[in-house]
């Protein structure tokens, strides 16, 4: 029998982008468009002018190809919009691919996004044993489970409550404790973690390195290089919808962590941008003292961290949040306006946020920007790993002499000495 419960050959997925958007019509309506069309068609053929599509083919996916082998955990990275939910949700038969074929060979639980297969109406308890029949487990199988899933998720106080009146923290809780603990033998993990605070994130990965050491297998999606160096046994790196890289946890991360650009801009375009639409993210700036764009910046340095947005309607009373990373994905220092004693509004247009930073203290080598908005304590764009920040050993100290690197450590403190007898 093959070791190999994965399979991907050739996976593509396209969508439609553009064109006019589809109305409701009433059968006369319908009958005088249909005439309508032909019409003008002949019409146009006749003049020498054939219509033209108004859409575009957009491939979120393109000729994937790997295998997985059991009990294997694959770790799947990539910046934003690269296709890696894209393929889960082929993976997890949550839409078809357009081209190729993937071949699953075992009982396959996934958690895509919070509360996904859950059905709202229904109560904690009814969505556990929900999910364990989707899963094809028996009833008995599900009973023995049952107290180890809700003591996991901590919910066990609102089982008997609908789904519909649980939080996000509640909703991702739930959904991880019955993807992991149901027994599926292809356990299919998103970006999900990330909702749940740091105690919880700690207890799933401590579940997921149990399950993998169970002789099942795992592909997890995360922009947490640490998590993923941790679990993983394997990477892909995944680019505008291809598979840029494959093969060794630490060679795919330095691949993918390499080709983070200093700064960030999509040349009037959007970089990420809010749920409801309201906020775009247009480019993040490093600038050095004479406000000019830079790709590196000496410590000791002044620099300003210069966010571009495009408000589609007027914000009141905004957060916007820095995280910096280093190249293991920890976090070492959160730069927060509102903390900081700065309350932001963003007007309806273009507009720019500059974050001042003096005397730059860390220490050089490369590091990671996430960007976030928060209104009304919820976030409403959250751009994770979206520039990368690359610092050069400086004269800190201002004594003429540089810092020795293999001493080691994240940040320089300003600092005095003194020496003195008993």
Known sequence: MSDVVVSVEGIGKRYRIGGPRAKYFSLRDSVAA?????????????KGRLPTASHEDFWALKDASFDVRRGEVLGIIGRNGAGKSTLLKILSRVTEPTEGR?????????LLEVGTGFHPELTGRENIYLSGAILGMKKTEIDLKFDAIAAFAGVEKFLDTPCKRYSSGMYVRLGFAVAAHLDPEILIIDEVLAVGDAAFQKKCLGKMSEVSHS???????????????KLCSRAL?????????SGPVPDVVSAYLSDIPSGADHSGGVLANSEDGSLELTHVHILANDKSVTPVVQCGQDLSLELGFRARKTLHDLSVAVGINNLHDVRIAALRSDIAGFPLGLEVGNRRVVCRLPALPLVAGAYTLDIKVIAKGEALLWAPRIAQ????????YGTGRLPDPSWGGTLHLHQEWEASGE
């Open 34 to 46: 249909a005439f309508g069309s032909t019409a003008r068609r002949l019409a146009s053929v006749f």
């Open 102 to 110: 993937a071949v699953l060979r075992g009982r396959v639980g996934s």
């Open 215 to 229: 002789g099942r297998t795992v592909l997890f999606v995360s922009h947490n290089m640490a998590a993923v160096e």
């Open 237 to 245: 790196l995944l680019s505008h919808g291809r598979i840029s890289k």
């Open 389 to 396: 920040l690359a610092v050069e050993n400086g004269d800190f």
